[in-house]
C-alpha cells in the first residue's frame, strides 16, 4: 500500500511538472536549456536535501525554519485534537523519524503552493502528501505513540528501535577483533 501511495505522489509530481509552462526567458532557447546570444544560463537553484543529512548548522537553521512552519502553519491548521488516537509530542524534534517526516511534508508543501503547481496544487498536497504523513506520524503505534495523548498529560519518550542485523553486528566484532574478513562464516 504504502508502494503505491509513493507511486501515486511521483506520479502526480512529474503530471504537475508535465502540465506547467516552461520558464519564460528572453533567450529564444531556453526551451532546449541553452543561453542565449552572449549570455549565460543562469544558475540552478540547489536541490534540497533531507534535514537528516545535513549537519551542524545547516541543520539547525533548516529545523528552525521547520519548527517556524510546524507551530505557526501546520499545527493550528491540521493539528487536530491530541488523544490515544492521534499522539503528538512537544518535544517532536527529538524524534529523528518526525523531523524526517515533516521535514518531506513542508518541502512538498512549498513545492505545491507555487503559482506553477497550478490551481490544483494545494489539492495534491492534501491529498498524495498530508493525509499520508499525519497519519503515520500520529498513528496510535507511531513514533509518538509513548509521547502526549492527553494535553493534561504532556509525555516524552524515545521508543527504542531495532538492534542492529546479526550481519552488521558480526562486522563489528570482528572489526574489534582486528580480523579483516567479516564475511567468513564463525561457527
Known sequence: MRRLMEQSAQQ??????????????ESPFAAFGMPGFGGLAPAAPPEPRPILEL????????????SDWVDDFFLPVYGAEVTTAAPWCLQWQEHDDVV????????????????ESGLSGLFVWHRDFLTHAVAAI????????ACMTSPERPAHRLLPGPPPSIRTEAASAA???????PDEPTS
Open 138 to 145: 500520529r498513528a496510535p503505534g507511531g513514533p509518538l505513540s
Open 175 to 181: 572489526e574489534a577483533v582486528g580480523t579483516t574478513e
Open 12 to 25: 502526480a509530481q512529474q503530471l504537475d511538472h508535465l502540465a506547467s509552462a516552461p520558464p519564460r526567458s
Open 55 to 66: 549537519d551542524g548548522e545547516e541543520r539547525e537553521d533548516e529545523l528552525d525554519a521547520l
Open 100 to 115: 524526517a517526516w515533516l521535514h518531506a511534508l513542508w518541502l512538498a508543501y512549498q513545492q505545491h503552493k507555487d503559482p
